[in-house]
């Protein structure tokens, strides 16, 4: 047994999840794959009512946002009113990690305990995320960092946590936009379908079981997509091939040199 595997074993992920010697060529055919969404979820947004004038303070333009260094951009999602979830959140969540991390893994958006804590990924997703990150030699806070695509909670009319809306998407995408600008990132890794369509800009309703096993491109930057952490709790049998995912990430990253 490698180490690598000895410490697979020792998360429990062990024995459904064996590297690979190189990278599907095609994308893999699983017609009965259908992806649960990484929340549950419906999908209207928060109730709309009149904008305070700390609303105003807070919508920062795309172009200011295009143009603000870490600890502005940092202050600006904190205070930010561009959609509706400012009304519901508890606390934003920025992201947390290395600001000069070489991978960067982007997740959907913060639930329960993020919005409590202000942390990404914190409840048991966050745990097998930490696992999954530990598999690849990487930590958070130690050449990683973890983003969302929308920094506030978003909830259904019961309270329960949602997907975001794509208004909501567009309105927290400059940010992230940023993010990754600051960041500088070798290559990304987008953690489920909210991830993966919001920054590769496809068919929404296209699943990720079409998007994973090639190296996509936002912009230069190499993206890989896999399963979201939440998602892989509820499908086992999937944990395998979001292991061949980070695989074929760590190769592409090696690839760069
Ligand atoms: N799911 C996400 O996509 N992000 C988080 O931060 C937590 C759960």
Same mark, same amino acid.
């Given at each position: ?51 305070? /004038? &700390?609303?105003?303070?807070? !919508?920062?333009?795309? %172009?200011? =946002? $295009? ?7 940092? *202050? +600006? ?56 990150? /530990? &598999?690849?030699?990487?930590? !958070?806070?130690?050449? %990683?960092? =973890? $983003? ?7 909830? *259904? +009319? ?100």
């Amino acid at each position: 047994m490698t180490r690598r595997d000895q410490m697979l074993d020792a998360l429990a992920i062990g024995p459904q999840w064996q590297h690979r010697d190189a990278a599907p060529a095609r994308l893999p055919e699983n017609p009965n794959l259908s992806l649960l969404p990484d929340t549950e979820m419906t999908m209207e947004p928060a109730a709309a009512s009149p904008a305070t /004038a &700390a609303d105003v303070a807070g !919508r920062h333009t795309d %172009a200011d =946002i $295009a143009g603000m260094d870490w600890n502005t951009l940092q *202050d +600006a999602v904190g205070n930010c009113t561009r959609c509706n979830l400012c009304r519901t959140r508890t606390r934003t969540v920025f992201g947390a990690g290395d600001p000069k991390a070489k991978w960067l893994f982007v997740g959907e958006g913060p639930g329960r305990n993020e919005d409590q804590q202000g942390e990404p990924f914190v409840g048991p997703a966050g745990k097998l995320l930490d696992n999954m990150l /530990a &598999a690849m030699a990487l930590r !958070r806070g130690s050449n %990683a960092f =973890i $983003a969302n695509v929308v920094k506030c909670r978003p909830t *259904d +009319a019961s309270g329960k946590d949602r997907a975001p809306s794509p208004e909501e998407v567009a309105a927290c995408k400059p940010y992230l936009a940023r993010q990754i600008a600051l960041i500088g990132p070798d290559i990304m890794v987008a953690l489920g379908k909210t991830a993966a369509v919001a920054l590769l800009a496809c068919e929404p309703s296209i699943a990720v079981s079409k998007l994973r096993g090639v190296v996509h491109r936002y912009g230069e930057l190499p993206l890989v997509v896999t399963y979201h952490p939440a998602y892989l709790l509820r499908a086992l049998v999937d944990k395998r091939k979001a292991w061949e995912d980070l695989c074929l990430a760590l190769d592409t990253h090696a690839d760069i040199g």
